[in-house]
């Protein structure tokens, strides 16, 4: 058995590094395009427990000083808004967003 | 290069989609010394094609019928080399899982390589329009049974009682603490381990995208769901059932279940309080 390792082990360690197709781009789509209502933090309320991130599917909430949503990527499905303890997220229709748009 | 996420963010799976942030909480838990692998399914969008991938750790696109074998595979391998450290998850879901992942599955639950399997339970083959599978619940409404499905769904969690799995658990979206600390828990075990996670799939059970999670919890608090672990021959009860009378609620609140009669709710309610009986009898059992 030991020898058997000690085969396989300088087979394995005469191949390249990479063997066979490898996928080497990371996906990259801005999917904050598909969102049709957005959701808004309001600061003032939030106590910054950090469950909206939690339960976020995408990833796009980040616990910082202030909790901040990446819009780029944000799909608008709403689960913070409904997860959130103290209801301190807005879900805005896009149509009727007023501020700075990411998108 | 900017710090690389362990799962991209662009990724194009449905709004509100649970698989996403199963895989997310998963990495989070496991960490980037991960080898994953996923078979056809919704989660080969995470896999991607072509030249892309979204995962920022090593991950294989499987075959349907094969995972639990690709992931012997990379265990023995990584036994080889000496990469103990390496944790190997398989990613599939309950078409891959229960119906035809189910031979390789327990061929490598009986051999005991050291791998993590999370099963994520949409109840349908939902990447391919939402056909029925073997773990669709009685009476609800799929592309292949249009008016309700007629047979009740098979129950893997029971069946998997009887194998040599180093750690078993159910959990649920609807508390990613708990699969989180599930996930730990299973990392550290030498040996294969199963977590069966319900994703309740909003595109596919038709109810709105924000609705995800509650109807998750929803789902634990009906007894609908079970969350319980095995460890060294012993089952523990997470969380009890607080009222079976609110599984009429849960399965109003999804499309899919329209078409049910009363006669179909009260079969389904009897089904659930069978089920977590028989599970508080096999708790009470010293080994298993």
Same mark, same amino acid.
């Given at each position: 058995m030991q020898e058997l390792v000690k085969q396989r082990t300088k087979m394995l360690e005469t191949l390249p590094k990479i063997v066979g197709p490898v996928s080497v781009?990371?996906?990259?789509?801005?999917?904050?395009?598909?969102?049709y209502r957005r959701p808004v933090i309001r600061h003032d309320d939030?106590?910054?427990?950090?469950i909206c991130a939690e339960y976020c599917p995408c990833g796009v909430i980040e616990k910082a000083e202030v909790m901040t949503v990446d819009?780029?990527?944000?799909?608008?499905?709403?689960i913070c808004t409904v997860e959130c303890p103290k209801k301190a997220i807005d879900f805005v229709l896009e149509s009727e967003f007023e501020g700075e748009g990411d998108q | 290069m900017a710090e690389l996420d362990?799962?991209?963010?662009? *990724?194009? =799976?449905?709004?509100?989609?649970p698989m996403e942030l199963i895989g997310r909480s998963a990495l989070e838990v496991l960490g980037p010394k991960t080898i994953t692998m996923t078979p056809p399914?919704?989660?080969?969008i995470l896999t991607g094609s072509g030249d892309e991938t979204g995962w920022g750790i090593p991950s294989v696109q499987t075959v349907l019928m094969s995972l639990p074998a690709f992931a012997s595979g990379v265990s023995e391998a990584l036994k080889i080399r000496g990469m103990d450290d390496v944790t190997v998850m398989g990613f599939a879901g309950d078409g891959g899982t229960f119906d035809i992942g189910l031979q390789s599955l327990s061929g490598a639950i009986e051999r005991g390589h050291k791998a993590i399997y999370i099963c994520y339970n949409n109840?349908?083959? *939902?990447? =391919?329009?939402g056909q029925r599978s073997s773990a669709t619940t009685l009476g609800a409404s799929t592309k292949t049974t249009p008016t309700g499905k007629k047979e009740v769904s098979k129950n893997i969690d029971f069946m998997l009682l009887?194998?040599?799995?180093?750690y078993q658990a159910t959990a649920s979206v609807g508390n990613i603490r708990d699969f989180k600390r599930k996930l730990a828990k299973a990392a550290t075990k030498d040996g294969p381990c199963f977590i069966h996670v319900m994703t309740p799939c909003p595109s596919g059970?038709?109810?709105?995208?924000?609705?995800t999670v509650q109807i998750a919890k929803l789902a634990i608090k009906s007894g609908m769901w079970l969350l319980f672990e095995r460890e060294d021959g012993k089952i523990t009860i997470n969380q009890k059932p607080?009222?079976?009378?609110?599984i009429p609620e849960y399965l109003s609140?999804?499309?899919?279940?329209?078409?049910?009669?009363d006669e179909i709710t009260a079969q389904i309610i009897e089904e659930a309080k069978t089920r977590y009986e028989t599970l508080q009898q096999l708790s009470q059992l010293a080994c298993l």
């Open positions: 781009k990371v996906s990259d789509v801005h999917t904050g395009v598909w969102r939030c106590i910054r427990c950090g819009y780029t990527y944000c799909k608008g499905c709403g | 362990l799962l991209s963010k662009g *990724m194009t =799976t449905c709004q509100g989609c399914s919704c989660s080969a109840e349908a083959y *939902m990447n =391919t329009g009887h194998t040599p799995l180093a059970w038709k109810f709105p995208a924000d609705q607080t009222n079976f009378e609110l609140r999804q499309k899919r279940f329209n078409r049910i009669n």
